[in-house]
């Protein structure tokens, strides 16, 4: 009898036990939660074996009775203790107001916070939590999809008025344990900064509140944290909760739906999503309304990168999207209207002036510079001008463009003694009051002397290698940026032009200063040129790169991070190929993988009609997904202009996707270049610059074609050289200032297929009536040489009209005699014309 009782104790017990814990479990992941006198907490999150950090597994609702209000309300300081934001950059006071609401600092509403008080194990692959209140009753159910846990969560509301529902809390990870954390668009970094102008404006550090952030500069849905034992951890939207930017006909793209943050509202660290946003329109509701929010984690082991990969191509679907992408106009033939546009001197604004008896020549500038009247001009893309110059041997660009950029030039450059001698003294001249400026103040730039000094007169200098005047002009750059230099590798942001006094002192130059050095040894071959380039790297991998830190080069966004983080990808791989040290290579890498998160990815992409200044698109031709941002973060343009649509970054990443395998370059750097016609001005063929303005043109900035004609080289032979297997390649130059990392070529003869040929631009040699097939043109002592590409991953059919010849195709050696043929998805064909 005694064990009889025992065995029946036994059997009580087990079924208490059992009925106290649920669980989900597969082959990578296992969840368990116990009943508690709290309600039902997760008890372990195991991925494979380890455990992932600290279970929690309690919810969060925010309500508010009234719509919350809209004003600041808390202030900040900058770190060296002046007040924020700086008057002077009207551009970003709006964006902090903004972003320092108290919805936005989450601070805002009633906290509700709970454990779910009735749990049902439907199924081995599904659980269900219950919680009910006066105010309302959640929900949620959990399965596992392979290194996914799912949660489809549904609230019911009780009481009218504004409601925000919180993504759980799985687990918390300790504040000691994060080796890395990542809020797409925003910031990156693997320590917490506790001044919120560094971390949560220019996103330098983990931010130590539980701030909000809005989609419409979140490039990826996707907040991760990686933590020292090597495990990251994401939290990703369902597609479709964050806001369309163009919603029928009209742009939405500041609307706020879906807020991310790194942190839940106890300020512990924990990706976490919001939806509804509170106070914003869809969260306001009624007694019976419901809400539906779906989410998942995603667990697994590995940097922080695979997760975003996983978000990006598994979860929103962008490199299945890439498939809708097909051109009206190719590439090329936008290359040969743009070259067109700039040899109209009315189209292109082009003017000149009398400098200090030199006819200087620059494009009308219409944007903002502190002190314009409207008189600004400006120079953009050296490289490409002296490129499109000669190799297409034009003799209007040669005579009436080239001499007076070229003086433009050397006026721009402060020759005589002083503290400035050798700086250029501004980007931009006003014709009125006869004197370069910045953008945005009377100041210098180290970081200036290095674009507009160092890699234009580089950049001309492969074209002008016999340029004795030039020769010395860099020289005189080269040694004030040795002086400006500090010991340990880094430069000032900037000076006061009057009292020689260091500007920005809150902010380091992150930036890739140092390469204006690199090119200084490139071209004059003094080996202390590239001693301080190798210091200055070094400093620049140490506090930008190993940090995540970054700084921009845009002034009237003062200086938020921006395209130059691209930028310094390209300099620290063309420091690794002058020097073969792998340090800089591998930190270019890692730069370039941080550069990702200025993509955007959402929303995905689809054949939707819309609506766009009376013409009718589908959603993808006016798509974000796959575009950079000029700047994002809090501050940037992104915040009300959208992405923009020069691409400089295109040509990199299809170098890096060649070094890395990672197909996400690749994916990106087509994303970004294809199928972005309902951007492109029909008359003129230029693109416009931010995506609010859709087919503007070039507007207020005609310089922009050279930028244009620039990336779009770059991108094309980068393409060639990759589809070609090494087989198609051309030097490559300096990278332009200001805008990324796209570079300059025709300086110098490139091989095909084994054979020395010269990068030619030659307009009606080919006639291709396929705009998904593009084609670059070299030409040799015996032969010209046509490299088609096409854009797209289908099987592309194309007929072309070709000058008389013998014709080869390299690729099989035999003799083409028909002139319609197939090229396959993304293919590569080499035509031989003797």
């Not at 490129?387 to 005579?399: E, H, R, V």
């Not at 402060?414 to 050798?422: A, D, K, M, S």
């Not at 070709?802 to 690729?811: E, P, W, Y």
Request: include cysteine; aromatic fraction near 12%; charge should be positive.
């Amino acid at each position: 009898m005694r064990k009889i009782n025992l065995l029946t104790i036994c059997l009580l017990v087990s079924v208490a036990i059992k009925a106290q814990t649920v669980a989900l479990a597969n082959h990578q992941l296992r969840i368990e939660w116990q009943q508690t006198k709290e309600g039902w907490k997760v008890k372990n999150l195991r991925l494979a074996n380890q455990s992932v950090a600290r279970p929690s597994g309690e919810y969060t609702l925010l309500y508010s009775a009234e719509k919350p209000a809209d004003t600041a309300g808390i202030h900040f300081q900058r770190a060296n203790g002046l007040p924020w934001p700086d008057t002077a950059y009207k551009y970003q006071i709006n964006a902090w107001k903004q972003a320092t609401t108290p919805v936005a600092l989450n601070t805002a509403g009633e906290v509700y916070n709970f454990f779910p008080t009735q749990a049902k194990q439907v199924s081995p692959a599904e659980v269900v939590f219950t919680y009910s209140s006066p105010l309302f009753t959640i929900t949620a159910a959990w399965t596992l999809d392979h290194g996914d846990i799912k949660v489809n969560m549904q609230l019911q509301c009780k009481k009218m008025g504004y409601y925000s529902l919180s993504s759980s809390t799985a687990v918390v990870i300790d504040k000691a344990d994060m080796a890395w954390a990542v809020m797409p668009g925003y910031f990156q970094g693997n320590a917490f900064e506790q001044n919120m102008v560094l971390s949560y404006a220019y996103g330098q550090g983990v931010p130590e509140m539980p701030v909000l952030y809005r989609e419409r500069c979140a490039s990826t849905f996707c907040p991760v944290i990686t933590t020292k034992e090597n495990v990251s951890m994401a939290v990703i939207p369902d597609p479709g909760l964050g806001r369309d930017p163009w919603e029928s006909d009209h742009n939405t793209h500041q609307v706020w739906q879906l807020a991310l943050s790194h942190m839940n509202r106890r300020s512990q660290l924990a990706p976490t999503i919001y939806y509804p946003v509170l106070g914003e329109p869809s969260s306001l509701k009624q007694q019976g309304d419901k809400i539906n929010f779906g989410y998942r984690y995603r667990i697994q082991k590995g940097e922080w990168n695979k997760v975003l990969t996983h978000a990006i191509n598994d979860v929103y679907g962008f490199k299945k999207a890439l498939s809708l992408r097909r051109n009206t106009q190719s590439l090329t033939s936008r290359v040969e209207q743009m070259h067109h546009y700039l040899l109209d001197r009315q189209t292109s604004l082009w003017k000149t002036h009398q400098f200090n008896g030199l006819t200087i020549g620059g494009q009308a500038y219409l944007g903002g510079v502190v002190g314009s009247k409207g008189d600004a001009i400006k120079n953009a893309d050296y490289g490409a001008m002296w490129m499109l110059a000669n190799t297409s041997n034009d003799q209007y660009l040669k005579d009436s463009v080239l001499p007076y950029a070229l003086n433009f030039k050397l006026a721009q450059q402060q020759t005589g003694p002083g503290f400035f001698q050798g700086a250029a003294t501004g980007q931009y001249y006003l014709s009125d009051s006869k004197t370069f400026t910045e953008e945005w103040g009377d100041f210098v730039e180290p970081v200036s002397l290095t674009y507009y000094v160092m890699l234009d007169i580089g950049n001309i200098l492969l074209f002008e290698p016999g340029n004795d005047t030039l020769k010395n002009r860099l020289a005189l750059g080269a040694e004030l940026l040795m002086k400006w230099q500090k010991p340990d590798g880094s430069w000032e942001v900037a000076y006061d032009r009057h009292t020689h006094q260091p500007l920005f002192t809150d902010i380091k130059d992150l930036r890739p200063t140092f390469y204006g050095l690199l090119v200084a040894y490139r071209i004059l071959k003094e080996k202390k040129y590239l001693d301080a380039a190798m210091r200055g790297a070094d400093w620049f991998i140490a506090n930008a790169v190993n940090k995540g830190h970054f700084i921009g080069v845009c002034g009237d966004a003062r200086y938020a991070p921006d395209f130059a983080t691209a930028q310094s990808a390209q300099a620290l791989l063309d420091l690794y190929d002058l020097t073969q040290d792998k340090k800089y290579q591998e930190a270019a890498v890692r730069t370039a993988k941080m550069y990702l998160t200025s993509i955007y990815t959402q929303p995905v992409p689809n054949r939707k009609i819309k609506t766009v200044k009376g013409v009718q698109r589908e959603d993808w031709q006016i798509s974000q997904a796959g575009l950079s941002f000029e700047h994002g973060g809090i501050i940037g343009s992104a915040n009300g202009a959208g992405p923009i649509m020069l691409c400089s970054h295109a040509g990199m990443f299809v170098r890096m996707f060649q070094l890395t395998g990672d197909s996400l370059f690749i994916d990106m750097a087509r994303a970004a270049a294809i199928g972005r016609d309902a951007f492109v001005d029909s008359a003129t063929s230029v693109a416009t610059y931010y995506w609010n303005a859709m087919n503007k043109g070039a507007g207020p900035y005609p310089h922009h074609a050279w930028w244009q004609i620039g990336w779009i080289t770059d991108y094309l032979l980068s393409e060639a050289q990759l589809r070609s297997g090494n087989k198609i390649v051309f030097p490559r130059g300096f990278v332009t200032p200001k805008v990324g990392p796209h570079e300059s070529y025709g300086f110098a003869p490139g091989s095909v297929y084994g054979m020395p040929a010269k990068l030619i631009h030659e307009e009606g040699l080919v006639k291709c009536d396929n705009p998904n097939v593009e084609y670059v043109l070299a030409k040799g002592d015996q032969a010209t040489f046509v490299v088609l590409l096409n854009d797209v991953g289908s099987r592309e059919k194309v007929d072309l009209q070709l000058k008389a010849g013998r014709i080869t195709d390299l690729g099989s050696g035999k003799q083409v005699n028909d002139r319609s043929m197939v090229l396959e998805g993304y293919g590569i064909k080499v035509l031989m014309i003797q």
